[in-house]
């Protein structure tokens, strides 16, 4: 090389001293280039946009408690998504949502969205649509009878609202994909979720529990995009803990835990500037965004500096009454905050759900109601009582503080492996996926005499102790976890359903079946058969995308396995991959246990629909897609998914009509702030306004709930909305089906809110018996914070 190199400079330079200046060009203009070349090797994306369902009448997805119905929005909730792509290669999409799971219905109807958008670029193969879990999101938008018949069936509107918010966040990463380059970090979150289960987890061989610290994983991975010119441009990270902060008795929309710490993580963002041009991220603003009262939350950039709050800011305030109730066009109540940042490129940070099936963020510990003694070890119950056994968040008796902490630890972990990330990203995009039908699966297991024995998965099947719940939302009626036998008054209740037949019964022991779901299809199926599996690769990180939650152990093994997989060839190039879990992914089929934990029949076990060898099944399946990877072959697929969008039912009544009482408007003042009112930080201020069903109009991307702040004399600038974690949308009505509602707002004033004047403002739409729906406004009197 040196002395091809020689000739070259010989060639080149030797003819003359007027050929220095053209070598020197050169130099230059090679060096110049170099870096750009190696300074981007994908092509990155980042998009959100708004999924929150029907803020009224919907049960919400989760507990399957069905008095929990939604009445307002605490936060929120959004689809998030990357796509990574080699600039002439292959692209991968992730998506993130803040709903309780993916659905296969949701997804089969996006990806036909993005064909016609974009032909074969997007695809069930290079697509991933993930839930975070949270059990504070409106139901009915699964296609599996079991999971809609809390919600009274299919919520159309809850679908839709998934669908066309994951198509734009698509969109919108697309429309974003610029030169980028990738980091990967990891590091122990230890104070964000215990076992749930540990009597089942003690039933995993000592010898293989013996290689771990916890009886849950504690490390979050994270990966950070950083566009060439912005700089760092989001986040995404992988962390298992439950979305059950909030509890099985609430009823304002959230994204729990994981929601509120992506709503931290972007305002710490957009606090410091993230992205802008050569952004150098620091730790500036944590303290600032949480101090004492803990309420970080958004603002928009037109809330001018602090001021002190004087007499004469007192006495203006009180010039200003409520306006009373007045109609709007429709396209005035949306994009208010968000509107003073449409042209700057947004900061997209999402918290991925992994192998949670068995932690819990309530990590104080299980309790009884009744005494306050500890619950029992192996049933989770108290004096043989499940319904009283009940986990504590780091926040108890307050559900929205215990949401705040594990929201904020997680946040600030994701901070720390945000600015500390130095592990650059390296090498193919590449994925696999195919569908598998997991009613009779042939699974190879180790035999009893050393061997290898082939044995089958079942048809889905649920076990009594599903009926017990868990301790983050315990059951009802006289079921426990940890039940092998069931009940005869039981078993004879499900026999009016379906009575499994031997065959079934002998392949989910020891389950003793409470529900035959797997067989049971009237009016249709009433749980999934045919199930995706799916590995994306981006350089040295891989991400395995399943349709359930793993337990701990379950999702150890699964890694490991694919991970040995990976790296069995010797050519290197699998060396040093961090491999990570990403639950609720595509659709979803409950539960997936370890074979050891399925023998105990807590509720995980319980719930693990195909049998005591679906991991083994998983394991195998993956280890196939991984061999077919690192071959470079593709994987053959022989079944597909039903599509049942057209047998769906929604029992769910709509909305007839709104009305107040006589001589009162849409948007009047029902109860207001008290007159000539002062505010101190951390304090609670609120107002109930005439309003009418949230469903008429989800105000998608908008806002029923604002605080505006006083700029001058007579201008009002909106300062936070329904997106943020200081202000309640709580939605009522005086009677189940009274026409009649109200909205009650409600603002805890923030540590660093500036001092000023400020005025509650609800926004909403009513529907007449006759005519089209009209949207309305109304503000509060005005009052001072100091």
């Not at 999924?51 to 936060?75: C, W």
């Not at 017990?468 to 940890?482: E, I, L, S, V």
């Amino acid at each position: 090389m040196m002395e091809a190199s020689s000739c070259l400079r010989y060639r080149v330079c030797g003819s003359g001293s007027h050929m220095i200046w053209l070598c020197l060009f050169l130099v230059v203009v090679l060096q110049s280039c170099s870096p750009a070349l190696s300074d981007s090797p994908y092509l990155v994306g980042m998009g959100s946009f708004d999924i929150t369902g029907p803020a009224a009448d919907v049960n919400m997805m989760g507990y399957a408690n069905t008095e929990q119905i939604a009445s307002g929005i605490h936060f929120r909730l959004k689809a998030r998504a990357f796509i990574v792509a080699e600039p002439n290669g292959k692209r991968v999409v992730f998506v993130n949502l803040d709903a309780c799971m993916a659905s296969q219905l949701v997804t089969i109807k996006v990806l036909e969205r993005l064909k016609a958008r974009y032909g074969d670029l997007y695809n069930e193969n290079n697509v991933a649509i993930s839930g975070i879990h949270t059990h504070a999101g409106p139901g009915g938008y699964l296609q599996y009878v079991v999971y809609i018949v809390t919600s009274l069936g299919f919520v159309r509107q809850s679908f839709d609202v998934l669908v066309n918010g994951i198509e734009q966040c698509i969109v919108e990463a697309h429309n974003n994909l610029r030169p980028g380059k990738i980091y990967v970090n990891k590091g122990d979150l230890l104070d964000a979720g215990v076992n749930r289960s540990p009597s089942a987890y003690l039933n995993n061989p000592a010898e293989e529990r013996s290689k771990y610290q916890y009886n849950v994983d504690k490390e979050m991975t994270l990966i950070k995009f950083v566009d060439d010119e912005l700089g760092p441009v989001g986040s995404f990270n992988w962390f298992a803990t439950h979305g059950t902060s909030m509890s099985r008795t609430n009823s304002l929309i959230s994204g729990d835990n994981k929601g509120a710490a992506a709503r931290f993580m972007e305002d710490w963002a957009e606090q410091n500037g993230i992205p802008k041009q050569g952004a150098h991220v620091t730790n500036d603003g944590l303290e600032s965004l949480h101090r004492i009262s803990g309420l970080p939350r958004r603002v928009s950039s037109i809330i001018p500096e602090p001021n002190e709050i004087t007499d004469d800011l007192v006495q203006l305030a009180s010039s200003y009454e409520a306006s009373g109730g007045r109609r709007l066009s429709g396209s005035s109540i949306t994009k208010r905050i968000r509107s003073t940042q449409e042209n700057k490129p947004k900061f997209v940070s999402a918290f991925c759900q992994s192998n949670c099936g068995d932690v819990s963020p309530n990590v104080l510990g299980t309790f009884c109601i009744d005494t306050g003694l500890p619950c029992d070890f192996n049933h989770s119950t108290c004096n043989g009582k499940n319904e009283l056994c009940y986990g504590r968040g780091p926040g108890y008796p307050d559900e929205f503080e215990s949401t705040r902490i594990i929201g904020s630890r997680q946040f600030l972990k994701a901070v720390d492996l945000f600015n500390s990330a130095s592990e650059e990203i390296q090498g193919r995009v590449d994925y696999r996926h195919t569908y598998l039908d997991f009613s009779q699966l042939e699974v190879n297991v180790p035999s009893s005499t050393g061997g290898q024995q082939v044995v089958k998965t079942c048809p889905a099947a649920m076990g009594f102790a599903f009926a017990a719940g868990t301790t983050d939302g315990p059951g009802a009626f006289d079921f426990k976890q940890g039940d092998v036998k069931g009940n005869p008054f039981w078993r004879l209740v499900r026999n009016l359903l379906k009575t499994p037949g031997k065959e079934q019964v002998d392949c989910q022991a020891p389950k003793p079946i409470l529900l035959d779901t797997g067989e049971m299809k009237e009016p249709y199926d009433w749980a999934p058969a045919i199930l995706p599996i799916q590995i994306i690769r981006i350089g040295q990180l891989v991400i395995l995308c399943v349709p359930g939650e793993f337990t701990t152990m379950a999702g150890r093994r699964l890694r490991d396995s694919v991970k040995k997989a990976l790296t069995s060839d010797n050519s290197g190039e699998f060396n040093g991959i961090h491999v990570v879990l990403a639950g609720l992914t595509n659709t979803y089929s409950q539960y997936i246990t370890t074979f050891e934990e399925y023998q105990i029949q807590r509720y995980e076990g319980a719930s693990t629909l195909y049998g005591p060898h679906t991991l083994s099944g998983y394991i195998q399946e993956f280890q196939k897609l991984a061999a077919a990877m690192v071959a470079n072959k593709e994987v053959p697929t022989n079944f597909q998914p039903p599509d049942m969008l057209d047998k769906q039912i929604g029992l769910l009544p709509g909305v007839m009509f709104d009305s107040t009482p006589p001589g009162v408007k849409f948007g009047d003042v029902s109860s207001d702030v008290p007159a000539s009112s002062t505010f101190r930080k951390g304090s609670v201020v609120n107002a109930t306004f005439y309003s009418a069903c949230p469903r008429n109009d989800l105000l998608t991307d908008g806002t029923f709930a604002l605080v505006e702040k006083l700029n001058g004399t007579d201008n009002w600038v909106p300062a936070y909305d329904d997106d943020d974690w200081s202000l309640r949308f709580v939605w009522s009505r005086p009677a189940k089906l009274s026409p009649r509602s109200f909205a009650t707002l409600e603002w805890t004033v923030p540590e660093d809110a500036p001092s000023g004047v400020y005025r509650l403002r609800h926004f909403g739409a009513s529907k007449p018996l006759f005519g089209s729906i009209k949207h309305f406004t109304g503000t509060s009197r005005a009052f001072a914070v100091r």
